[in-house]
Structures are given as structure tokens and as C-alpha cells.
């Protein structure tokens, strides 16, 4: 749905808002990144560490997967939530 390459704080914003909507609707997401090439640190900010913001890390773990990432999209994601669970 999204770009392959996710290098924008506006794409990220985007993404977090699509997935707001699905867990405020109780909604389980699966965070697919087939064909996702590379994710930049400001867009993974605005999507996982303001979705841990918002909801809380158990929140965020209880209605999100992820699936299909390459090894620089997992290092980015996991240093992002990391990160957001730290503060």
C-alpha cells in the first residue's frame, strides 16, 4: 500500500494515523513490510514511537504483527520501539 522505500516523516505520519484508526477499533494489524526496502529513523519515529506514546508498549504489542522485513527495516523498527520504551 505504501512505498517501498519509507524515507519521510509525512509518510510515517500517515501510517500511524492508518493504524490509530485500527486499533481504536480494536482491530489486530499486521505491519506486512514485503517489498519494503529501507525505513528512515524519522519515519519508524512516527510510526512506532508515537504509536507507543499514544496506546502504551503493551497496547501496541497486543494488536500489532510484523511480518516479511529485511534486516536494516528490523534493526531501524526495534531501535525505534527501544527507544520509545525507554522514555
Do not use: H, W
Not at 510515517?12 to 528512515?40: A, M, P
Not at 534486516?71 to 523498527?77: D, E, K, Q, T
Request: glycine fraction near 4%; aromatic fraction near 14%; hydrophobic fraction near 35%.
Amino acid at each position: 500500500e505504501y512505498s517501498k522505500n519509507l524515507g519521510t516523516r509525512i509518510v510515517g505520519r500517515e501510517i500511524f494515523e492508518d493504524i490509530s484508526k485500527q486499533i481504536d477499533n480494536k482491530q489486530k494489524v499486521e505491519l506486512d513490510f514485503t517489498n519494503v526496502d529501507i525505513i528512515s529513523d524519522s519515519c519508524a519515529d512516527e510510526i512506532f514511537r508515537k504509536l507507543i506514546e499514544k496506546y502504551s508498549f503493551e497496547t501496541f504489542k497486543m494488536f500489532t504483527t510484523f511480518s516479511n522485513y529485511n534486516p536494516f527495516v528490523g534493526r531501524i523498527i526495534i531501535n525505534k520501539i527501544n527507544y520509545a520504551i525507554k522514555k
